[in-house]
């Protein structure tokens, strides 16, 4: 059984920054690609990044600049390194491993971007 266990988010002020860490369990974790999705209330959830096996990044357009997703094989941990954040970005933010058919979600984290 694949676990994904997300952590690091809570209230920040707008332009402070977060790391996001998810920790992967039951699986070779080098193999999949691990992605954040987003999801605000009210709203679909969103692809914010994606890192491949082989360390291949993508970002949304609105977080390009500000977000870096990174991974540790060895710790089997993703990253999302939040800077300069808005209001905006305020959601649960949710760990995704994928593989082939293979999809894996954590719980979510809360994100709130507030003054």
């Known amino acids: 059984q694949v676990q994904l266990v997300e952590s690091g988010g809570g209230l920040v002020q707008p332009g402070g920054s977060l790391r996001l860490a998810c920790t992967a369990s039951?699986?070779?974790?080098?193999?999949?690609?691990m992605n954040w999705y987003r999801q605000a209330p009210g709203k679909q959830r969103e692809l914010v990044a994606g890192?491949?096996?082989?360390?291949?990044?993508n970002y949304a357009d609105s977080v390009k600049g500000r977000f870096t997703i990174s991974r540790d094989n060895a710790k089997s941990t993703v990253y999302l390194q939040m800077n300069s954040l808005k209001p905006e970005d305020t959601a649960v933010y949710y760990c995704?491993?994928?593989?082939?058919?293979?999809?894996?979600w954590g719980q979510g984290t809360q994100v709130t971007v507030s003054s």
């Open positions: 890192i491949s096996s082989t360390e291949n990044t």
């Open positions: 039951g699986t070779i974790f080098g193999l999949f690609g």
């Open positions: 995704n491993a994928a593989l082939y058919e293979y999809d894996y």
